[in-house]
Each structure stands twice: as C-alpha cells, then as structure tokens.
DNA sequence: GAGCACTGC
C-alpha cells in the first residue's frame, strides 16, 4: 500500500522550493479568524495588500498597465477598487470595474466590498452578471462584472468611455472571454490614454501580460512625446494568506492512479491527525470507482478505516449532493472529498489539510480540420499542481501527495496549460470580433493566437452562413444581428430564420434547450425508467420537436417541480430553460424578429433547424445494418446517439444540431428532415454537390 | 444501447 512513497520518512519540501511557487507566507495568528470582531477598517488594514496601497495608486497614476501579482488571500480583489475610489477614480461620474470569470464570484465579491463601504448592494457597489444587473448607471461608482458581460458591453460602447480604471482578475486562468478582452482592451488604450488597465494574475503569466502589453506595433518614439501615463506596464507583487504545505511526491510512477489515490487516503487517514482530505482525479468514472473502493473499504476494514466520510464532488452531480461537502465536518470523523477540477478554482472547501493529486485532468480540445470537439485526459501543468497544493493550506499547514515523481513534475510537464482560446472552435469568438469592426482576424493581437487553421475555419463556417461577404465583412444586418445573440452562431441563424417560418416562438424554446447540458436528470441505473418516461414525450420528427413538447407539458404543469421529478426532467434546466428563453426573447424583439407561434405546424419548425444546421445533414447508408450516416458534406460516420428518440428509427435523411464524439462520433439531438430543404437553405452550400446525391 | 473536465453571454 505503501510503495509509492513514505511519508514521515521523507524530508518536508515546501512549496516554495520552486520558482514561482504559490503559498509560501505564514500569518500572524490574528489573521486566521477571518473577519471576527474588528471594525471593518481595522480588517481592512491588516490585509497583505494594504501596506502596497500607496505603491499601487501611485503605479496605476503613472502608468497605462499595471500587473498586480497577487497570490490567494492578498485581498486585492476586494481593496483595490476601494483604493481606486477612495483616491478619486471614480470622480466626475466615472466607474471603477473589476472582472471575474465566474458569476459566483462576481456577487460574492461585490455584496463584500458593499458591506466594507456600508453602502447597499445596487447603488454606489453594483454588479452585473447574464441574468441579473445589480446597479444603477446614476449611482453606481464601483462595478463587478463577468469578463464575458463587458466584451458584450463593448458591442454598445467599443471603447467604454464609462470606465475610468478597468481591472481584469484571475488574468492567469486564460478563458476565451479573459483573452479576447485582453486583446480588445489593447486597442482602446491607444485611443485612450486616460485609461488605466490592472491586469491581476498569478505569477506564473505575469511576464507574458507585461510583454503582452508593451509590445506595440506602431513605434514607440512616435508615442513618447505624447503626454499621459508610461506605456511600460508596471508590475507589483503582493504576497498572500496561505500556509506552507509540504509537497510528498511519489518515487516511482503510478500505473493506476485510482488505485494509488485510494492507498493513499488510507495512508493519511492511519498516520496523519485529524484534517479533511481532497483528492483531485479527471472525471465521474474514476470518482465513483474510488469513492466506490473507499467505501467497501470502510465495509471490508472494520473499525480501522471507519472514520471517514466519502463524498464525490463534480459539476454533474445534482446540486443537494454537491452541497454535502460543504456541510461541517462530524467530530472525530474525517471528511474525504473526491473531486474534478471543479474544486481547483470554482469551488473552495473550508477544512482541508490533506491534498492527494493525481496530476490529471480531462480538457477539451477543437480540431479545426474535422472540426469536431474532443475530451481529452492530459497531464496537468505546474500551475495547476501547485493550485491544487494550495488548497490544503487554508486553514493550517497541510501537506500535498503528488501521485507522480518530482521528475516528472520538473521536466515532463508544462508551465502552464494551453489557454482555452488555442483549444476552442472560434465561431462565436470571431463573429464577436467583427462585430466590434476587427476585420482583419488574423491579424488580431491575441495574448495568444489561435491557430490560422482555427480561424480559418471560423470564417468559413460564417461564411457558409451567409452573415460574410466575400471581403469577409459582416453582412449587414443579418452578420450583426447574429452577433447579439449570445448563442453558437448556428443557433443564431436559425433564430433569425425562424422570423419568416413564423415559428420564432418554438424556436426560441429550441435554442434555450440545445444551450443548456440536458434537460434530463442525470442518474445512472434507472435508464428504463427514464426511456419510458421520454416516450411520453418522443415526436416522430425527432428530438428537438420532443424538446417542444416537454416544455409544453411543463409550462401545462404550472412550472412544477414534482412534474419535472415524475418525468425524469432535471428542475434546475426548465428553470434555466425559462431564464434564457427570457433573455432571447427581448434580444429577439430589439433586433426585428416578430415573436409569433407555428402552432402544431411542426414541419416549418424542422425547416428553421436547418436553416442553421444544414452543414450537419445526413444520410443513411444505403446497405448499412449498424445505423451507419455519412455526413452529406463531408462523408463522414455518425450514428444516432443512443439518447435520441430516433436512435434505432434509423430514418434515411436527419440533421443534427450537436455531435459527441467518443468510440464513434455520435449525433445527439436529431431531427427527420427532407432533402429538398437544403437546396432551400442553402444553395450556395450544396450547389456543388451532384443532384442524385439529394435523392 | 452510451456517457458528460469547467466556465460564460
């Protein structure tokens, strides 16, 4: 059980043995009792940040960029807003901003800054969130937002004149909205030199930001006469809250990291004291099987391993279940929390002092060239592993189990991971940019570029949607109607076509569905149950006039959850279902689209779903028995996926509106189409094709 | 008869 390594035997290494390492301060006992009994200013004063208040103001005055390197507890996100408003940034009816790449975050931090300035939520503090604006444009001085809300705000405002100071948090995650605004935030510096950025991000990215924002294209001596701030960003670290943690690495590689996570939590719970435990593994296979292992070895072992408490965490989990591992652990027992990525950065776990990390993780990557999308397990980056220590140091000092060789951690993996924009279909991200009059793509000044092919992919597909022209200018109106709406650009197009079928109203209800993971609830084991139930529903013309016929019996319900619970439908979806079928209705009246109901005309609504997805139609096979399509494009093989209520109907021509790839690739969400349609839909798509081939 | 890392507008 023990051959991986010793602990106790081993001498402690800490985490800061490492360049750039995470957490490596210790606080003064005063510090860990959170926000306790001492006035909020006093509160506000021992957090690390507030000894570089001066510097910061003084750097964010003199320069157009500042990189804040600020490790976890620094307390940047919540006082440097107030620095900026307290030293007049938000004077003459300016605004302050802060982004998050998390909704969570952005209500979390913003009720807080609220209460340590003893304003209500909404007025001088606000926040803005997809679904929710908590502010007020007269009042509001300090503002938090998602990044992806301000790149949608840049839509009405290309150079947010509003903001005087705009902070970009958590830069180091590297989302695609993160990156995208980091590019456009670029350009409107050079139009406005009164703007100050602070880009916060972890150490390991904040030489890539600052070589970001100082390389410029144009020549710099023609910018140095111009009065106003230093082009030259500045960057200020700010040491952090965390306790050490001692990193045990494995001595020989693990040939079955399940397996080896799993004698490793028997291994803490026999020889370290009391502390919760966190393991990191890829994914809901392997979490169920060791939570599954843990759990016979409770049964098995007796009175030895009895004192703990398995709890699997991921996203799909239903949400009372995700919610156990936040519940107080039991005295005397220990809590043993197997988790995805999701308790990385999303979700924080109070009580951890045992972190076991099997140095993998599953990831999503894009080939442009099959242009289909893949789950990928891949090997985590440095970053990401001292993320992941990190999190047993929050309430004392802890200690991390690497389930790979310090080896391996030094020389075979990366610095950091592949930043989603390079892993990610651009569509959507493209048509964005051009809406915002970026024509030239692929010369964008990205902080990391997609690859030509990515892009070039993207524009054909806009292309092939008829919203560019042959310059690869967006269309007007069609090419920046589409842009928004904040759906994949298929989905769009098949919005606005839906306006001449006079089907807007079901179309509407497709799209907020087809957005959403699924509207089923995720369990395994009662699949029977759960086929009968979709046969209650199932539409002989496929799964997206299903999906109208469940959202009808749900709004006949009276949105009831006990309807929901008896058909198998998840709750939380149909409640998501209406917020967004909401928000597209009041995007669809401001760009022109009459809302109005095809009734049980069913086959019209089947035309709209090709008019967006006609690139996906395909055919049966002419002899084949397995259910076997080809794409009539691309000749490539689908199937139905098992899912569908056209699985085993097998008919001749279908369309679909998403693919999964997995042994097979698999069609998911599919519906009967006539072939004629496509010629309708799409002529200048499948002219080329020889008319037998749609017979 | 199969399978879903995680966000976000």
Known sequence: MSQFWKPGTEKPRLVDDEEGGVLFFTPSPSFSSGYGYASIEKQRQR????????????????????IIVGETGSGKTTQIPQY????????????????????LAVQSVASRVAEEMGVKLGEEVGYTIRFEDVSNPDVTRVKFLTDGVLLREMMDDPLLTKY?????????????????????????QRRRPEL????????????????FFRRSKKRRDHESDEPGPQVEPAILSVEGRGFNVEINYAEEPAPDYVQAAVSTVLLIHEREPAGDILVFLTGQDDIDAAVQLLTEEVRTNGKKSSGFI?????????????????????????????????????????????????????????NPISDIENLVMVPISRASARQRAGRAGRVRPGKCYRLYTEEYFLKHMSDAAIPEIQRSNLVSCIIQLKALGIDNILGFDWPASPSPEAMIRALEVLYSLGVLDDDAKLISPTGFQMAEIPLDPMISKMIIASNQFGCSEEIITIAAVLSIQSIWVSARGIQREMDEAKLRFAAAEGDHVTFLNIYKGFLQSGKSSQWCHKNFINYHSMKKVLEIRGQLKRIAQRIGIALKSCESDVQVVRKAVTAGFFANACRLEAYSHNGMY????????????????????????????????TDKQYMRNVSTIDPSWLMEAAPHFYQQQRPHHLH
């Not at 957090?47 to 500042?66: C, E, F, G, N, W």
């Not at 030293?87 to 802060?98: E, H, P, Q």
Request: glycine content about 6%.
């Open 47 to 66: 957090l690390p940040v507030y000894k570089y208040r001066t510097a910061i103001l003084y750097l964010v005055d003199t320069h157009a960029t500042t």
């Open 84 to 103: 900026l408003k307290e030293a007049g940034w938000a004077d003459g009816g300016r605004v302050i901003v802060c982004t998050q790449p998390r909704r």
């Open 164 to 188: 005087s100071v705009i902070m970009v948090d958590e830069a180091h995650e590297r989302s695609t909205s993160t990156d995208i605004l980091l590019g456009l935030l670029k350009k409107i």
């Open 196 to 211: 100050r950025l602070i880009i916060s991000s972890a150490t390991i990215e904040a030489r890539l930001m600052s070589d």
């Open 310 to 366: 398995v709890l699997p965490l991921y996203s799909g989990l239903p949400r009372a279940d995700q919610e156990l591992v936040f519940s107080p652990t039991p005295r005397g027992k220990r809590k043993v929390v197997i988790s995805t990525n999701i308790a990385e950065t999303s979700l924080t776990l109070e009580g951890i002092v045992y972190v076991v990390d099997s140095g993998f993780s599953k990831q999503r990557f894009y």
């Open 630 to 661: 080809k794409t009539i494009r691309g000749s490539q093989e689908v199937y139905i996926h098992p899912s569908s209520v056209l699985f085993r109907v097998n008919p001749k021509w279908v369309i679909y509106t998403s693919l999964v790839s």
